[in-house]
């Protein structure tokens, strides 16, 4: 039997994730696979794992990246901390909260739900009630909502959290690289991301760091960790000074990851979420110059990941096929409540560039107007907001 050789084309990733991976990445890919315990290989893991606690910034000794995608993260971080009957306080005001939500029930827990509507953050005041209403240890929120656009403020709720020595957990997936996470300075107790994000490595990995706290309730589990593959007591014998086999790491993709860190490192995180900011910014001025509306007011955006509404009298799916037909860009569709309302467009890590705003605007003002919508020009508003 024989099948064709697969040639995928190059697309602009301009959606929810992967985004694009730079060529030093892919040819990192692309090096030879070792062993799994060839000291050559334990210590590119040795740099991963610097590199990583430079991006969370923290001194965590546990950070590594799980081998699996962002949801196996998640996984990590839930199926770990929480016990079974444990009350869990969960944070959903998008798709991701929800997924969190779903986890912790099918791991027994008992989740309550803090809502906010799709769009908006969640009242840090109705966080506090629940878990002060509660018995619950544990805290769970989304920073970076990539249904929605939303950037969830941190710091009060990890301040109340702290004050209650509960432990915090927060999905960093669409924000690790592209905005502040800070996890010492809030004094985070798992965090965890995805490669595919602000990191722009391809999908994969995902890094995870576990304070001492969380550890301690970890080691004083009555019930096993119910997921052998995730179990960070057993990972840790492998990632740590041990380094005694687990599972075999994807090491090819560890070679990628460690690279688009190098990437990150080289750049300096305050210069990368500068960055971030600022093509956001013309992307935002340049989308409301043509007069479209976004769902997120400007204060809650975020950076990563911008929410268009879709104009009335739009059909959604065709304008993004339209992008990727004519212009081999991708954008993503709402999820959930919001499918066929918004448009999601990622300017994540190597993706975030002022070329890249430039083009996406003319080609969405393009594709707009054969499209019937009478829109203005984005693309004088956004040049004008880089300052000419
Ligand atoms: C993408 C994403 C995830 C899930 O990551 P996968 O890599 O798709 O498994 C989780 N949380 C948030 C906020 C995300 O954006």
Redesign the pocket.
Known sequence: MTIAEFHPPHRLLLG??PSPVEDRVMRALAAPTLGHLDPVFLACMTDVQHLLRYVFETQNRVTFPVS???????EAALANLLEPDEEVIIGIH???GE?MYEMATRLGARPIRVEAEWGRPLDEQAMKAALDRSRARVVCV??????TGVLQPIEPIARWVAEREGILIV????SLGGHPVGVDRHGIGVCYS????ALSCP?GL?PITFSESALEKVRRRKTPVPNWYLDVSLIERYWGSERCYHHTAPINMNYALREALRIVAEEGLEARWRRHERNARALWAGLEAMGLELLVPREHRLWT?TTIRVPEGVEDGRVRARLLEEFNIEIGGGLGPLRGKIWRVGLMGAGSTRGNVLLFLSALESVLRREGVRCGSGVSAAVEAYGG
Not at 142 to 147: D, M, R
Not at 171 to 174: G, L
């Open positions: 929810p994730g699996g995608t962002g949801s196996a993260g998640m998008g798709f991701f997924r989304v920073h970076a909502e990539t249904s999905d960093a997936v669409t995805g490669s595919q994000k999908p995902a990941l």
